[in-house]
């Protein structure tokens, strides 16, 4: 590597709004807050819901189908 070229590599606490803190590497000088992580995030937690999408495609044909035709 170049010397005085590449940014300085810290490590810095990713902070989540759960209160976890998870430290990582970063060319960041300050510490990060997080909105999210993985353990508060319904799709790791098993509290994902699904939108149910059944029927939406004939529901449009069926409003529309007179002016389709």
């Known amino acids: 590597m170049k010397k005085n070229i590449h ?3 810290n490590q ?3 902070t989540c709004s759960c209160g ?3 430290p990582i590497f970063s060319t960041l000088s300050q510490n ?4 999210i ?6 799709f790791y937690t098993g509290k994902q819901r699904l939108v149910d999408n059944k029927g939406r495609v004939n529901l449009f ?3 529309f189908k007179k002016i389709i035709n």
């Open 61 to 63: 044909n069926e409003r």
């Open 32 to 35: 990060l807050n997080l909105d």
């Open 37 to 42: 992580c993985n353990i508060c995030h319904p």
């Open 7 to 9: 940014p300085n590599y």
């Open 20 to 22: 976890n803190t998870i």
């Open 12 to 14: 810095v606490i990713a």
